[in-house]
């Protein structure tokens, strides 16, 4: 019996049969090892393009299918994904302190490594900036786990409520028939979203990612409508779309 959520996370050299599943007999892989848990990519432009391709599916319809000759399985995979990589191949573009030496063809096709349909199912998309010298040697506490969990199961709750008739019990699962309903936005805030998705050339299943994230937003702040702050703040975690694939 399970009493906690796993947790996977595989080195950059594993198969695509490993990610995904088979063997003989086949065997579920990580993408489904990590089911209603977190899997955890790290130096993800490392991994084998074609090992993280196989993820696209699990990542839309929260299962994989394995089909060989004599039989074809289909196993569970809804997962979180987590993944970090380096903003260049000397890890040091845009870092105020350390100089780059990468070229821009470089750093182009080290990021190119993670396709556009990959990139487009990852919701939030976050550069994180290196630690300051007074940051590492702070003794200030930060904001405790507990209140942020408080924070997100309050949010979860309001989704619970939300899709109490619905076959679905999450913002992540929305439909567009779902959306429709959880994520109208007001004149101002539709302008905002159309203008980010014009500028930025994002894809119809990274709009509907926005909206998802700026309901979640929303529902972490107790706010019954999307408000143009949150479509502001879902549109900066598109973080890779805004500074290098468009």
Excluded: W
Aim: with cysteine.
């Amino acid at each position: 019996m399970l009493t906690r959520r796993p947790f996977r996370a595989p080195h950059h050299t594993i198969s695509t049969a490993g990610m995904a599943g088979g063997g003989a007999p086949l065997r579920p892989g990580e993408v489904s090892l990590a089911h209603h848990g977190v899997l955890f990519l790290d130096e993800l432009p490392e991994f084998r393009r074609e090992t993280l391709e196989v993820m696209r599916q699990p990542m839309e319809d929260g299962r994989v299918t394995i089909a060989r000759a004599a039989r074809t399985v289909t196993f569970p995979a809804r997962f979180t994904l987590a993944a970090a990589l380096n903003p260049c191949p000397c890890g040091f573009f845009n870092d105020s302190r350390r100089e780059c030496i990468c070229s821009l063809t470089q750093i182009s096709r080290y990021l190119a490594k993670i396709s556009g349909p990959l990139l487009d199912r990852i919701d939030l998309q976050v550069e994180v900036a290196a630690l300051t010298t007074d940051e590492i040697a702070s003794v200030e506490p930060g904001e405790p786990s507990s209140a942020i969990r408080e924070r997100v199961e309050a949010a979860r709750e309001i989704q619970r409520e939300r899709f109490r008739r619905a076959s679905i019990q999450c913002n992540a699962e929305m439909s567009s028939r779902h959306m429709r309903r959880a994520c109208e936005l007001d004149p101002p805030s539709r302008r905002l979203l159309i203008a980010a998705i014009e500028r930025l050339g994002l894809s119809a299943r990274a709009h509907d990612r926005i909206l998802k994230v700026a309901r979640t937003i929303a529902d972490l702040a107790a706010v019954e409508r999307i408000e143009s702050a949150h479509v502001a703040e879902a549109i900066q975690y598109r973080a890779l779309d805004r500074a290098y694939f468009r």
